[in-house]
T-cell receptor, first 110, second 113 residues
Framework: AQSVTQPDIHITVSEGASLELRCNYSYGATPYLFWYVQSPGQGLQLLLKYFSGDTLVQGIKGFEAEFKRSQSSFNLRKPSVHWSDAAEYFCAANDYKLSFGAGTTVTVRA | EAQVTQNPRYLITVTGKKLTVTCSQNMNHEYMSWYRQDPGLGLRQIYYSMNVEVTDKGDVPEGYKVSRKEKRNFPLILESPSPNQTSLYFC????????????FGPGTRLTVT
C-alpha cells in the first residue's frame, strides 16, 4: 500500500542550529512530493514540492529538501532555525491520491 | 485574496445532533477535499470532489456525508455525530489532484460529547 512515513514524532532544536526532518515514501513509482508546515492554530502552508529533475528543491522560509530515489526519501532541511520555525511539519505524496505522513513537531529552544 | 474559508472554527455538540461544516473557496478550483487531523495520525482524507456533482470516498468516510452543488462550496455533514468524530477538520482545494498544491482552510475544531 502507498504510504508516507515520518520517523520522528518530535524534534527539539536550538535557535540558530540546523534542522533536518526525515520523510520516506512507499510508492510503486516516484510520486509528487511535498512538505507542508502547520503553525499553531493555523491551516497547512506549502513549503516546497518536488516533481522531477534536480534532487535539491528550494522552498519558502529558507527551507530546502533533497530527493533521494535510492532511499525513497525526501528530507527537509534548514541551515539555521529561527524561533518562528516552531511548528508541525508534514510530508505528503501523491500520484492519483494525496497521502500525508503523521507529522513531526519541531520545538525551538532559545 | 485567494482563500479557503471554513465555518464554524470551533464547535461543541452532543452525540446525535446533526451538524454541517461549511467550506468555500474563491480560486475557481475544481478539486476539493476534507481531512481530519488526529494526533499521531497526520491528516486522513474523508471525502473528495473532482468537480460539481462528483464526489468520492477517501480513507475514512464512515459517518460523514458531502455534497458539491456549486464549484466553490463543499460542505461536510455529520448526520449523527459520535465522540470518535471529535477532531480537527480541514477543507482543502486545488486546481487538480496529481502534483497540485493544496490550499487549506484554517480548520474546524469539533468536539462531540
Amino acid at each position: 500500500a502507498q504510504s508516507v512515513t515520518q520517523p520522528d514524532i518530535h524534534i527539539t532544536v536550538s535557535e540558530g542550529a540546523s534542522l533536518e526532518l526525515r520523510c520516506n515514501y512507499s510508492y510503486g513509482a516516484t510520486p509528487y512530493l511535498f512538505w507542508y508546515v502547520q503553525s499553531p492554530g493555523q491551516g497547512l502552508q506549502l513549503l516546497l514540492k518536488y516533481f522531477s529533475g534536480d534532487t535539491l528543491v528550494q522552498g519558502i522560509k529558507g527551507f530546502e529538501a533533497e530527493f533521494k530515489r535510492s532511499q525513497s526519501s525526501f528530507n527537509l532541511r534548514k541551515p539555521s532555525v529561527h524561533w518562528s520555525d516552531a511548528a508541525e511539519y508534514f510530508c505528503a505524496a501523491n500520484d492519483y491520491k494525496l497521502s500525508f505522513g503523521a507529522g513531526t513537531t519541531v520545538t525551538v529552544r532559545a | 485574496e485567494a482563500q479557503v474559508t471554513q465555518n464554524p472554527r470551533y464547535l461543541i455538540t452532543v452525540t446525535g445532533k446533526k451538524l454541517t461544516v461549511t467550506c468555500s473557496q474563491n480560486m475557481n478550483h475544481e478539486y476539493m477535499s476534507w481531512y481530519r487531523q488526529d494526533p499521531g495520525l497526520g491528516l486522513r482524507q474523508i471525502y473528495y470532489s473532482m468537480n460539481v456533482e462528483v464526489t468520492d470516498k477517501g480513507d475514512v468516510p464512515e459517518g460523514y456525508k458531502v455534497s458539491r452543488k456549486e464549484k466553490r462550496n463543499f460542505p461536510l455533514i455529520l448526520e449523527s455525530p459520535s465522540p470518535n468524530q471529535t477532531s480537527l477538520y480541514f477543507c482543502a482545494s486545488s486546481q487538480g489532484l496529481a502534483g497540485y498544491e493544496q490550499y487549506f482552510g484554517p480548520g474546524t475544531r469539533l468536539t462531540v460529547t
